[in-house]
């Protein structure tokens, strides 16, 4: 198994989203999701160095390796073709549309329609992914049960949109609000969304 691809990026096609990286002299073919692609440098020369977290698909006419900007992008991706009837066209499909993060609070929120907006994605798959994904990220991120909302997190979703929506994604994923609040009260609230809920996960876990 191929965890991640770090070298030089030789070539991305925006029409395919695929992208041709160097590693120690030989060129990786990988597919990538649309917000993957943008989070690319372009490519030129000298060519940039770039690491891809990577799946790698064996079938038989074939090997085809996907690659993520973000190991949560990844774990994302491995939860959505665990769902019946869903491959990794349709799982790239959903997170090109997508964040990880955003996708959580669509299962959550039992958003058929939303996820169903991506292509390759009918609404009886999207419900399928609904009612699969949201036992595994249960699985995945054990927490309390809900609790009626505390004083820091009133504060927490106060101090910006970002920090509210990183809020919405914990709960999602079984956290509770006051767990929650305490831990995005430890993230630097000028990060990305997504470095965000990157920082409040590594504190949560470590409780």
């Known amino acids: 198994m191929i965890y991640c691809l ?27 999701t649309s917000n993957t692609f943008t989070k690319l440098p372009p490519a030129s020369d000298p060519p940039q160095k770039v690491r891809l977290y990577t799946h790698m698909q064996v079938r038989e006419d074939g090997v085809d390796l996907f690659g993520f900007h973000t190991t949560e992008e990844l774990d ?11 491959g ?5 499909s959903i997170l090109s549309l997508m964040t990880p993060q955003k996708l959580a609070v669509a299962v959550g929120q039992e958003d ?11 609404p009886k798959t999207a419900a399928r992914i609904i009612v699969d994904l949201k036992d595994k990220l249960a699985k995945a991120f054990p927490g309390g049960g809900e609790k ?3 004083p820091d ?9 970002k920090l509210s929506d990183a809020q919405e994604a914990l709960l999602v994923l079984g956290y509770t609000r006051s767990e929650a609040a305490a831990a995005l009260k430890k993230t630097d609230p000028t990060a990305s969304l997504e470095d965000i809920i990157r920082a409040a996960l590594t504190v949560l876990m470590k409780q």
């Not at 990794?88 to 790239?92: E, G, L, R, S, V």
């Not at 058929?112 to 009918?122: D, E, L, M, R, W």
């Open 148 to 150: 009626s909302a505390a």
């Open 88 to 92: 990794p066209k349709a799982a790239m």
């Open 112 to 122: 058929a329609k939303a996820i169903a907006k991506a292509p390759n994605v009918g």
């Open 153 to 161: 997190a009133v504060s927490a979703a106060s101090d910006g949109s």
């Open 6 to 32: 770090t070298g030089q990026l030789l070539f991305t096609d925006a029409l395919s989203y695929t992208a041709v990286i160097d590693c120690g002299g030989v060129g990786y073919k990988v597919s990538v």
């Open 76 to 86: 994302m991706f491995r939860l959505l073709i665990t769902v019946s009837g869903v």
